[in-house]
Every structure is written in structure tokens, then in C-alpha cells.
């Protein structure tokens, strides 16, 4: 799970999920130094869609959006639903995911559902070693400077943020929602912010069920 780029969605890193869940959100990374858990900038509704591609060629290029849609009071505090979509290239399907997570990142429930298929809700509790796992991830993040760079989006004045092993950089604007993340350029992949989306819904419908491994793999050998 270590594909993702590094913003918000290392979180998911520490949380150690299984199958095609977390093979849809990729790796994720934290930081910090100066505070960088500010950029987490949720407002229902709106979000950001990206562009991924790897350096292997033969890991082919993908779409990914992420969105606010809406909000949930949790044991931590206020929380907030954010939306993953990403297509799945090998299984030839849409597969939404969502994750209830406070402000200061803190998960609480992570749903998903395949077209079609009725949604499932992953086993999930938090611990003390995840949270340090990512506190220790945050802190291999240095902020470097700042600089305005062109993205398929458009034109924005970024912060610029470089991981300490050299293996990763990160440019952010706090006016990307749910992360701030503009740009990303690592040793295996690049991501780069393709449009603002407002206006978004839950594409997650229907009953959520308790998650079934059995039924889980029943749903992904089915053709769409």
C-alpha cells in the first residue's frame, strides 16, 4: 500500500487493510514540520480529481477522485465522509470507497461497494501503533520553500515539501479540498491534480453489510 502519493491518504497506510480495498487506495504518507496536519481542508461537497502513473510501464496510468460527502459525529469528535473512486483497470470496474475520519486523522469506519454489489463495511478499530506509525511518517517530511507550478488544473502558489530519504516530494495549496495536495513526484510514481470537483454525492448506495471475505471474492470474479 505504499503506491499512493504523499498527503492524507498514508493514513490508510497505517491502517493495514486488506484485498481489493486497500489495492484501490494505494500507499499513503503523512508529514509534518511545520504542522502539515493542517492541510487536511474538508468541505462537503467538494473535492479533487488526479491522475497516478508509475514508472513501470507496465502499471498503466489511472483516474482518482477524492470528495467530501458528508458529515458524522464520531467517538473523537466531528467526522467526515470522504469518497475514493478509482477505476480498476484489471477488474474493468468502478469500486468506490469511503472513510469516516476526524481532523486530525483519525479513522473510524471505511466503507466500500463495487457496482452492483452491495456495500460492505471493513472491520476497523484504531490503536496506539498506528497512531505512532503515523506520527513517525509525519515526521520524515521537511518543508523547503515555496513555488507556483502548472498543473492540468491550472496555476497555483504551492508549498513545497520534500520526504527526508529524498524519495519523494509533495506541492500543496490549501485551496485543494479534502487534501492539499497539487502535485506529487516519488521514485516509483507522479500524481497531478487534474480538476476541482464541487457538487459531489455519495456514490455509495443501498444497505451497507458487514464485510465478507467469501462474498467479497464472489463479487470480484464476477464479470461487470
Not at 64 to 71: A, D, F, L, N, T
Not at 84 to 92: L, P
Not at 122 to 149: C, H, L
Request: positive net charge; contains cysteine.
Amino acid at each position: 500500500m505504499k503506491r499512493w502519493p504523499g498527503v492524507l491518504l498514508a493514513a490508510a497506510g497505517c491502517l493495514c487493510f486488506s484485498g481489493g480495498v486497500g489495492a484501490q487506495m494505494g500507499g499513503m504518507n503523512f508529514f509534518s514540520k511545520p504542522n502539515i496536519a493542517d492541510i487536511f481542508k474538508p468541505v462537503v461537497g467538494s473535492g479533487a480529481a488526479y491522475q497516478q502513473q508509475f514508472t513501470d510501464e507496465k502499471s498503466p496510468a489511472y483516474e482518482m477522485e477524492m470528495v467530501i460527502v458528508g458529515k458524522e459525529m464520531t467517538p473523537s469528535g466531528e467526522g467526515y465522509w470522504m469518497e475514493v473512486t478509482r477505476n480498476d483497470a484489471k477488474q474493468g470496474a468502478i469500486v468506490y470507497t469511503k472513510m469516516l475520519v476526524t481532523k486530525d486523522f483519525q479513522f473510524t469506519k471505511i466503507v466500500f461497494q463495487r457496482p452492483g454489489q452491495p456495500a460492505m463495511e471493513m472491520p476497523f478499530s484504531g490503536n496506539d501503533m498506528g497512531k505512532n506509525r503515523m506520527k513517525d511518517e509525519m515526521a520524515k517530511w521537511q518543508q523547503v520553500g515555496s513555488e507556483t507550478i502548472t498543473v492540468p488544473a491550472g496555476t497555483f502558489s504551492c508549498l513545497h515539501w520534500k520526504k527526508d530519504d529524498g524519495t519523494e516530494e509533495v506541492w500543496t495549496n490549501d485551496k485543494v479540498t479534502p487534501v492539499a495536495m497539487v502535485k506529487q513526484v516519488g521514485n516509483k510514481n507522479s500524481m497531478v491534480l487534474t480538476k476541482l470537483i464541487s457538487g459531489a454525492t455519495d456514490h455509495i448506495t443501498g444497505p451497507v453489510m458487514p464485510f465478507d471475505p467469501k462474498a467479497l471474492m464472489q463479487q470480484r470474479q464476477k464479470p461487470q
